[in-house]
């Protein structure tokens, strides 16, 4: 055999997977088969294996598809390269990590921001589409302001909670409640043998105790302490509750009253707390004794530097408290010492000695206003016993009637203290 051969190519799928500059352009190409100068001749050409060749930005490796029968690369052995291979060019990285990123923070996307996060570094909320960057995550809504990140949206108030108020349905565990939804829902009454739900909760709460009592009551067994006015409901209690509240102690009962939800009068109004006169009516209910306006003045202003710890509501309510309360109280005392020196004057005269000797003390429980007049009063009148009740009464009520006509006050007649 005679004459020149024709040189064969060697077809190969050059592999770029394993190198690190992005090829795009047949110069890029050309650079890096530079860089390989001398260390393709000599190798074999075995099918199925590649050469690799190393170089500075990492591996190059070569797959022979066709050898056109040469079984080693010779220093003129002409290459031609039918392929490539190539990593998929990450357009959407994470932002934290750097992977693969095809998740947007949804509201870094409304600020007019792109923030790429694969799915291990973005969070997302249970049955929910968006995504949210660390800076993003939504929080929990609950009451106690946990600040813990939001993992889920409940069914029924559709607020996002954290983990801690997580409750599932009874019979369907991909739908999901928050705690009290749940409560509200679900619980039933705690009533012995009561099968209701018990969609009340007692909210009897003392400043130390972290939540209310909470025992589920239906409306039968459930009980309103009326704070707002007998036509208003009230706060709910449990019977226990109920029954303690004549001994808690009177700063407690103010709590409640200062943290409850009020009803509301009428649209976007909601109803105030009770007066003076009635709110120390309220506390001394069934009291073995009673609270005087100074012990109940004295129990609203030690509250005072603990009222910002109990939410906005309790501290509105404060404020309106303290300053009817400081408003009312302010000189009573002088008033009912003045009364009882004038209703005493008036028995003395019409009545005689002994009668106004069987007084021994005023007390205001009550105030009216009628609009141009002065205040009328409503007074418990204090006797020494019942023996000599009639000498103040009067024939036919006749003493007792001139005394309230004629100092315009509403008299009870009380046994002394
Ligand atoms: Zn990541
Ligand atoms: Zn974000
Ligand atoms: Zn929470
Ligand atoms: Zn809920
Ligand atoms: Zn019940
Ligand atoms: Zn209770």
């Not at 043998?193 to 972290?210: H, I, P, W």
């Not at 509501?313 to 300053?323: C, D, I, T, V």
Request: hydrophobic share 30%.
């Amino acid at each position: 055999m005679s004459g020149e051969q024709p040189i064969s190519t060697v077809d190969i799928i050059c592999d770029l997977r394993q190198f690190q500059t992005d090829v795009d352009n047949i110069g890029t190409m050309q650079e890096i088969w530079q860089q390989l100068g001398d260390q393709i001749p000599g190798h074999q050409l075995l099918p199925g294996q590649p050469l690799t060749m190393h170089l500075q930005k990492g591996n190059l490796l070569l797959w022979v598809v066709d050898a056109h029968g040469l079984k080693q690369v010779e220093p003129d052995t002409p290459f031609r390269i039918i392929d490539l291979l190539r990593s998929p060019k990450l357009l959407y990285r994470c932002r934290v990590c750097d992977e693969y990123g095809p998740l947007r923070c949804t509201e870094c996307e409304k600020a007019g921001r792109e923030t790429r996060l694969c799915s291990a570094h973005a969070h997302t909320i249970k049955n929910e589409l968006k995504a949210y960057c660390v800076e993003h995550i939504p929080r929990c809504e609950c009451r106690s302001s946990c600040n813990e990140k939001a993992t889920f949206r409940c069914r029924r108030c559709h607020k996002l909670y954290g983990d801690h108020v997580h409750r599932y349905h009874p019979h369907d565990n991909n739908v999901d409640y928050c705690q009290l939804c749940y409560r509200i829902l679900f619980e039933r009454c705690s009533h012995p043998d009561c099968r209701n739900l018990g969609r009340s909760k007692c909210a009897f709460q003392t400043r130390e105790m972290k939540d209310p009592c909470g025992k589920p009551l239906c409306a039968e067994h459930s009980y309103q302490w009326k704070i707002w006015g007998a036509h208003n409901r009230g706060v709910t209690l449990c019977e226990h509750h109920k029954n303690s509240l004549r001994c808690t102690d009177p700063a407690d009962l103010l709590f409640m009253m200062l943290i409850a939800k009020a009803p509301f009068v009428h649209r976007g109004k909601l109803h105030s707390l009770p007066n003076p006169f009635r709110l120390r009516r309220i506390i001394n209910r069934n009291r073995m004794s009673g609270l005087s306006f100074d012990q109940i003045s004295y129990a609203i202003n030690s509250m005072g530097n603990q009222v910002s710890n109990w939410g906005r509501r309790a501290e509105g309510n404060y404020r309106f408290l303290s300053k009817t309360f400081n408003e009312t109280t302010r000189g009573l005392s002088n008033t009912e010492e003045t009364l009882l020196a004038q209703v005493k004057a008036i028995y003395q005269n019409a009545s005689g000695w002994d009668a106004a000797q069987q007084i021994t003390g005023l007390e205001i429980t009550d105030r009216f206003f009628k609009p141009g007049q002065q205040p009328r009063y409503r007074v418990n009148l204090y006797l020494v016993s019942n023996a000599n009740k009639g000498l103040l009464i009067g024939r036919g009520g006749s003493a007792i009637k001139q005394v309230s006509q004629s100092l315009n006050i509403e008299i009870d007649l009380r046994i002394n203290p």
